[in-house]
């Protein structure tokens, strides 16, 4: 949108080669009327037959002189307006590029908020290839007590922490979102089968467990993972997030088995 904006613009600016072209002939017209005016050579032509000729060509110099500065200040007050019109647009363009990431990002880790998951997983889900991708859904154990111990700048530290930890974890592709307080959400994609799916989950679990120091505190925080493989043909988004809640209800109920649920 913004490329394109800027060239339909940008065609409305005079080319250089016409800009130097005009200032050119502006410079030999004044060139020649410094000449005229220095020898005089339309006052000493005298009384001859030719002196009515000679003041055509004075007036038709005079008024080429008139019209080519004329063009050449209207040609540069144009650039001027065409130029300050493509500035203005090109910013109102960036500030809605802006507004609209601000709008599907989550403020305090980064991670994308639970409008662009939304639009991610159902892009996914009502994808109509063979890949076989993961829903992941996890839950943080023992935030609630920092939180409560330490106050909630100390927990967002350990969301910051947490999220910083999930996307270095996670391949290039894979989407990351947080959708609650503590609650994040994956959509690992071409995953293959559900042992690969609960491999990542493991891995997860693992990276978010190594001890998180803030300051001179160390904190324990371990996750519940429900995860499910999607898509299935006849089976609706919502049921899929809802089959990987349920199985992350069921890890949650059991975190001391330490292992994600299948949904």
Do not use: C
Request: aromatic content about 6%; glycine content about 8%; cysteine-free.
């Amino acid at each position: 949108m913004a490329e394109r904006l800027e060239a339909g613009l940008r065609r409305l600016l005079p080319k250089r080669a016409d800009l130097g072209a005009i200032i050119a002939l502006v410079l030999v017209l004044v060139a020649l009327g410094l000449v005229f005016v220095e020898y005089d050579i339309l006052t000493q032509i005298g009384e001859s037959p030719t002196d009515a000729l000679w003041l055509e060509i004075e007036e038709a110099f005079a008024l080429s002189a008139i019209l080519v500065i004329g063009l050449f200040v209207i040609s540069n007050r144009r650039a001027r307006q065409a130029r300050r019109e493509l500035e203005r647009r090109l910013a109102a363009e960036v500030e809605a590029r802006k507004a609209l990431e601000l709008a599907m990002l989550d403020p305090l880790t980064g991670l994308a908020n639970r409008r662009h998951f939304d639009d991610i997983f159902h892009a996914a889900a009502h994808n109509s290839t063979d890949d076989r991708h993961a829903l992941l859904l996890l839950d943080l154990n023992g935030f609630k007590t920092v939180n409560d111990a330490f106050g909630h700048p100390e927990g967002d530290a350990v969301l910051k922490i947490v999220s910083a930890r999930l996307k270095r974890a996670l391949k290039g592709d894979d989407f990351v979102s947080r959708v609650g307080g503590d609650e994040f959400s994956i959509v690992a994609f071409d995953l293959g089968d559900a042992a690969a799916a609960e491999a990542l989950a493991l891995h997860l679990m693992e990276v978010i467990a190594a001890p998180i120091e803030i300051g001179d505190r160390r904190h324990e925080i371990t996750v519940s993972i429900g995860f499910t493989m999607f898509p299935e043909r006849g089976v609706v988004p919502a049921d899929i997030y809802r089959r990987a809640d349920a199985a992350l209800y069921r890890a949650k109920a059991n975190k001391g088995e330490g292992r994600p649920v299948q949904g």
